[in-house]
Antibody, heavy 118, light 106 residues
Framework: EVHLVESGGGLVQPGGSLRLSCSASGFTFSDHEMNWVRQAPGKGLEWVSYISSVDGTTYYADSVEGRFTISRDNAKNSLSLQMNSLRVEDTAVYYC???????????WGQGTLVSVSS | DIQMTQSPSSLSASVGDRVTFTCRASENIRSFLNWFQQKPGKAPELLIYSASKLQNGVPSRFSGSGSGTDFTLTISSLQPEDFATYYCQQNYITPLTFGGGTKVEI
């Protein structure tokens, strides 16, 4: 069974940093592209970042470009999101999402809450 | 960026009703369109991919249609567990964008 478990969320001051992790199990992690998606409290869904399965190609939303870095360790079945220069508007639940080559975004983690506040 | 517009933003319906909501893309996205269901406090779940294909395990009362810029999600007979928020999303080109959601209420 596919499992995605995010961790690393918490309370951080504006300008601070946080590193999120997503631990994957139940499938061949290296075969799948991955995404981070976030949802601010009471708001809709916002795509944050993408990483390819093999060559490490990455893409970012304009709102996080230059501040966030997505990475993966296929040997450890792990996805990460390094978040620097955090802003109040980055406050959200962050989800990692698996991409299936046929079915697209088929599995989501349970999310981890990031709160940016002074 | 491709804008995804969902309508209505909310609707009230009863168990057994047939409900349809729409999603419009600002540009042609062919069939690169997903529909997700989200219940309060839970992660979204994939219902429909490639505009019209039902994800494994999703009840057949859900169906999707459309291509290009106009898409619809239909629930043929609303069940109590279907009261949730529904999001469309284009995965044609980055930035990958979501619609604002349609909340289905009793």
């Amino acid at each position: 069974e596919v499992h995605l478990v995010e961790s690393g969320g918490g309370l951080v001051q504006p300008g601070g940093s946080l590193r999120l992790s997503c631990s994957a199990s139940g499938f061949t992690f290296s075969d799948h592209e991955m995404n981070w998606v976030r949802q601010a409290p009471g708001k809709g869904l916002e795509w944050v970042s993408y990483i390819s399965s093999v060559d490490g190609t990455t893409y970012y939303a304009d709102s996080v470009e230059g501040r966030f870095t997505i990475s993966r360790d296929n040997a450890k079945n792990s996805l990460s999101l390094q978040m620097n220069s955090l802003r109040v508007e980055d406050t959200a639940v962050y989800y990692c999402v698996r991409v299936d080559i046929v079915k697209g975004w088929d599995y989501w983690g349970q999310g981890t809450l990031v709160s940016v506040s002074s | 960026d491709i804008q995804m517009t969902q309508s209505p933003s909310s609707l009230s319906a009863s168990v057994g009703d047939r409900v349809t909501f729409t999603c419009r893309a600002s540009e042609n996205i062919r069939s690169f369109l997903n529909w997700f269901q989200q219940k309060p406090g839970k992660a979204p779940e994939l219902l429909i991919y490639s505009a019209s294909k039902l994800q494994n395990g999703v009840p057949s009362r859900f169906s999707g249609s459309g291509s290009g810029t106009d898409f619809t999600l239909t629930i043929s007979s609303l069940q109590p567990e279907d009261f949730a928020t529904y999001y469309c999303q284009q995965n044609y080109i980055t930035p990958l964008t979501f619609g604002g959601g349609t909340k289905v209420e009793i």
